[in-house]
């Protein structure tokens, strides 16, 4: 039943780079309930990464998503322990620990507002 709401997206470069992003679609907003990177392409693995930047265009990806399909730019996702930081560089809002999620913290997108 899951995966009639969730839909898998492979992105490849001509490297055969491999970057997954699992988005289910909510009423009002897009959730990220997965995402992974090649391990080549994190720093902590690999330095210097082979691709820099893969999260940040999946994330850039499931706005994108969210815009398209009237959800005006949500997105929400739980973070994995050690990722906090980088959803907050990415300008996630941090709406604290989900009891209902094992503890992990709940990020979030709002809407997204016009320039101006």
């Not at 820099?52 to 998503?65: I, M, N, Q, Y």
């Not at 994995?80 to 941090?94: D, K, P, T």
């Amino acid at each position: 039943m899951f995966m009639r709401y969730c839909k898998q997206f492979k992105f490849q470069d001509l490297k055969a780079t491999l970057q997954l992003v699992y988005l289910r679609y909510l009423k009002s907003a897009v959730y990220v309930d997965g995402v992974a990177s090649a391990p080549w392409n994190r720093q902590f693995i690999q330095r210097p990464p082979k691709l820099k930047g893969v999260g940040t265009a999946l994330l850039v990806f499931a706005r994108t998503r969210s815009i398209e399909l009237g959800y005006e730019g949500r997105v929400g996702l739980h973070s994995l322990s050690g990722a906090e930081e980088f959803y907050e560089n990415q300008g996630m809002i941090n709406l604290g620990e989900d009891e209902d999620y094992d503890d992990l913290i709940y990020f979030e997108y709002g809407v997204r507002r016009s320039p101006g």
